[in-house]
C-alpha cells in the first residue's frame, strides 16, 4: 500500500512563504493525477490544488496567483509551493492522488505574525 510523507510545513508570517513536499513510497505519482488538500478542525478536507498527468494545474479560488503546484515524477514527489500566506491558509495539508483512500500524517501550516 503506499504511503505518502508531507513535509515543509512550519509558522511563518503572514506574507511570508512555504514550499511543501509530498514524497510517495511507490513510484505511483506518474499514473495519476495529484491534489495538495487541507483540513482545519472540525471541517472536511478541502481540496487546494491538483496537478494532472499532463502537468495541468487546477486551484481553488482562494490560492490562485498565490500558489504553485508541481511535480517531479522521477522523485516521486509533488511540491506546493505557498506564496503572499495569509492567516485563513493556516490548516495541516495533505496530499493525495486522485481517488487515494489513504493519507498521510500531512503538514502544519501555521501563519501568524
Known amino acids: 500500500q503506499v504511503q505518502f510523507v508531507e513535509s515543509g510545513g512550519g509558522l511563518v508570517q503572514p506574507g511570508g512563504s512555504l514550499r511543501l513536499s509530498c514524497v510517495a513510497s511507490?513510484?505511483?505519482?506518474?499514473?495519476?493525477?495529484v491534489g495538495w488538500y487541507r483540513q482545519a478542525p472540525g471541517k472536511q478536507r478541502e481540496l487546494v490544488a491538483g496537478i494532472s498527468t499532463g502537468f495541468s494545474t487546477n486551484y481553488v479560488d482562494s490560492v490562485k496567483g498565490r500558489f504553485t503546484i508541481s511535480r517531479d515524477n522521477a522523485k516521486n514527489t509533488v511540491y506546493l509551493q505557498m506564496n503572499s500566506l495569509k492567516a485563513e491558509d493556516a490548516d495541516v495539508y495533505y496530499c493525495?492522488?486522485?481517488?487515494?483512500?489513504?493519507w498521510g500524517q500531512g503538514t502544519q501550516v501555521t501563519v501568524s505574525s
Open positions: 493525495n492522488i486522485q481517488g487515494g483512500s489513504t
Open positions: 511507490k513510484s505511483i505519482f506518474k499514473f495519476y493525477a
